[in-house]
């Protein structure tokens, strides 16, 4: 599935399911909360700090997807779309970056 196919699935379930979409600021409240849900896994996986024995069975392609799914909600919401969004980010990344990174001493 390519991006535009994923605003059109989710649309579509939102629309039939979901009945409608929470409003814009809701939305972008539940974004924050995901995307801590991620960070949550995140520090206890790769960082320092231990899992619970409620936290063993989190997936975090899992809270991933719920990210992904509250931005192209929010993406639908307000009109943007997310592939000439991604486009277009990543050609002025390749302008604006074009040298920075590979003259980062951090990164060598």
């Known amino acids: 599935m390519n991006i535009k196919e994923a605003q059109q699935l989710v649309d579509e379930w ?12 809701t939305n972008t409240a ?3 909360e995901e995307v801590g849900e991620v960070a949550r896994i995140m ?34 919401q307000t009109g943007v779309d ?3 969004a991604l486009e277009k980010n990543l050609e002025k990344k390749s302008i604006r970056d074009a040298e920075r990174h590979k003259n980062n001493k951090k990164l060598q």
């Open 14 to 25: 939102i629309k039939t399911t979901g009945i409608r979409y929470f409003n814009e600021l």
């Open 30 to 32: 539940i974004l924050m």
């Open 43 to 76: 520090a206890r996986k790769y960082g320092e700090q231990s899992f619970k024995k409620s936290d063993e069975d989190v997936n975090l392609g899992d809270e991933m997807a719920d990210v992904l799914f509250v931005l192209i909600c929010l993406a639908n």
């Open 82 to 84: 997310l592939t000439e």
